[in-house]
Structures are given as structure tokens and as C-alpha cells.
């Protein structure tokens, strides 16, 4: 059973541009959490998604931020118009539909805003 | 609201003695709690968790965690490092929100002088 899964591992963009980061959970989770860690900080949780269904967005900045869930395929957070501030790890975790205790994270994406 | 403080910022010790990475927690209800593991450029693993069963927990790689509900504290030992446990340690509870997202500690680094 592979691991939670996030693509790309690294991302660089330049100021305005948009960054799309992909998370594939565990085969047979429904729950999809998104975290981001910023330099010298600890996570912090931005938004949790089940399928088509965003639950809780109260992490979440107002503004350039938005994430998805499909039917089909893996869940996406998009980032617009990226500035230096967004430079962070987004991490991805996923946890099963019975069971909302453990989480379990993917690699994460760095992302490095230039 | 849940919350969790990490006594120590960063904690060093040498090779074959014990560990002891402090934490303390807030909440307004019985907690779930756990600790995270993070190597340098990794992701994030899980090394045990506390869902109100026994309060002694025993995790993965000798780690085991003591709750304490009078001292509200969920301090994570090992009895002997290994240079291999150098890496950031996060302790963390759950919210209480639906949907349960995490909510960090600060995190300790861990430090094994050979």
C-alpha cells in the first residue's frame, strides 16, 4: 500500500506566478488535510477536504489560496499570484474514512518563491 | 481550544543515554495526542499516539510517551539514543472541530553526540 503521495517534491516560481502543489492519499482515505510549514516555524493547518467537500478552511489565507478535492484524481492546492511570503513545505496528510485519529503524511512539496 | 507547548526548543544528549522531549497540553476535553517525527528534508512519520486507552503509549523505534492528565503532560522517552533519532520531534493534539485537524507543537530538535 503506498504511502501518501505529493508531486512535485520541489517547485520554484517567481513572484505572480501560480503553484499548483498534487496530493494522492493512502489507498482508501477520503480525508485530505493540508499543512504548511514556514521557515523556523512548526505546521500549521491550513484546510481539511473529503471528496468533492471542503469541511474546514479555517487555515486557510483569505485571499490567493484555494484547494480541491475531485471525484476523481488527487487533491490540489493552487496558489496565485505567488509573493516570497508563500515560500514554505506544504505537507499533505490523509487519514481513513472510518477513523479520523492518525494521519498520515506524504513527503511534502518545497516551494521556493524567487 | 486545544493547544500544545513544547518545553524545549532544542534538546542534545550523547549516544546510549535516555531522552526526555517535554510536552504540555491544553484542552477542554480528553485529548487525542500524538508525536511526530520529522528528518531533515522528510516528511513527517508517526511515532505514537494517545486516544484515552492505556496512558503508558510504546511507539515505534523505543519511543514511548507518558499521559498524565494532573500534570497535563505527554512527555515522549527513549531509554538509549541512537545517532539515527536526530530530527525534529513535534508533539501534537487533535482539535476538537470536525474533522479533528492537528494542532502543532513548536517542535524540539533533537540533537545525539556521538
Known amino acids: 500500500n503506498a504511502g501518501v503521495m505529493q508531486n512535485p517534491r520541489h517547485l520554484v516560481r517567481r513572484r505572480g506566478q501560480e503553484a499548483r502543489l498534487r496530493c494522492s492519499p493512502m489507498?482508501?482515505?477520503?480525508?485530505v488535510y493540508w499543512y504548511r510549514q514556514l521557515p523556523e516555524e512548526g505546521l500549521k493547518f491550513m484546510v481539511y477536504l473529503q471528496k468533492e467537500n471542503i469541511i474546514d478552511e479555517s487555515g486557510m489565507p483569505k485571499e490567493r489560496f484555494s484547494a480541491e478535492f475531485p471525484k476523481e484524481g488527487p487533491s490540489i492546492l493552487r496558489i496565485q499570484q505567488v509573493v516570497r511570503g508563500d515560500s514554505a513545505a506544504y505537507f499533505c496528510?490523509?487519514?481513513?474514512?472510518?477513523?479520523?485519529?492518525?494521519?498520515?503524511f506524504g513527503p511534502g512539496t518545497r516551494l521556493l518563491v524567487l | 481550544a486545544q493547544s500544545v507547548t513544547q518545553l524545549d526548543s532544542h534538546v542534545s544528549v550523547s549516544e546510549g543515554t535516555p531522552v526526555l522531549l517535554r510536552c504540555n497540553y491544553s484542552?477542554?476535553?480528553?485529548?487525542?495526542l500524538f508525536w511526530y517525527v520529522q528528518h531533515p528534508n522528510k516528511g513527517l512519520q508517526l511515532l505514537l499516539k494517545?486516544?484515552?486507552?492505556?496512558?503508558l503509549v510504546k511507539g515505534i523505534n523505543g519511543f514511548e510517551a507518558e499521559f498524565k492528565k494532573s500534570e497535563t503532560s505527554f512527555h515522549l522517552t527513549k531509554p538509549s539514543a541512537h545517532m539515527s533519532d536526530a530530527a525534529e520531534y513535534f508533539c501534537v493534539v487533535r482539535g476538537s472541530n470536525q474533522g479533528g485537524k492537528l494542532i502543532f507543537g513548536q517542535g524540539t530538535e533533537l540533537s545525539v553526540k556521538p
Open positions: 496528510a490523509s487519514s481513513p474514512p472510518v477513523s479520523q485519529e492518525t494521519q498520515y
Open positions: 494517545y486516544t484515552s486507552a492505556a496512558t
Open positions: 484542552s477542554s476535553y480528553s485529548p487525542s
Open positions: 489507498k482508501g482515505h477520503s480525508h
